[in-house]
């Protein structure tokens, strides 16, 4: 069973950056696609960025596209998402999730992933 743990939240001013890691243990991250995913209080988990373990492209929810970059390295187990030029609106938890079993179509959607990190918080102050 894999098992995900988050970390690199933290406090940062608008238009600072963080560096979110998400490292894997009891599976290898590219036997999976991986995805981060935010919830604010008060709202609904969304879509941030994603890859799929058959190809090699990333996809990005719209209001992060240009400013956030999703990487994983393989020999760490570990995903990372690079956040740059942050916004209040970007306060949230961050978490991040993996499948093995996903179709691409698939991979923007929450309900398709069964593993889940615990979550980092992420606070930009305007």
């Known amino acids: 069973q894999v098992q995900l743990v988050e970390s690199g939240g933290g406090l940062v001013q608008a238009g600072g950056s963080l560096r979110l890691s998400c490292t894997a243990s009891?599976?290898?991250?590219?036997?999976?696609?991986m995805a981060w995913f935010r919830q604010a209080p008060g709202k609904e988990r969304e879509f941030v960025a994603a890859?799929?373990?058959?190809?090699?492209?990333?996809y990005y929810a719209t209001s992060v596209q240009g400013r956030f970059t999703m990487s994983r390295d393989n020999a760490k187990n570990t995903g990372y998402l690079q956040m740059n030029g942050l916004k209040p609106e970007d306060t949230a938890v961050y978490y991040c999730?993996?499948?093995?079993?996903?179709?691409?179509?698939?991979?923007?959607?929450?309900?398709?992933?069964?593993?889940w990190g615990q979550g980092t918080q992420v606070t930009v102050s305007s």
């Open positions: 890859t799929h373990r058959s190809y090699g492209r990333y």
């Open positions: 999730a993996v499948d093995r079993g996903l179709i691409l179509s698939s991979i923007r959607t929450a309900a398709s992933y069964d593993h």
């Open positions: 009891g599976g290898s991250v590219n036997m999976y696609s």
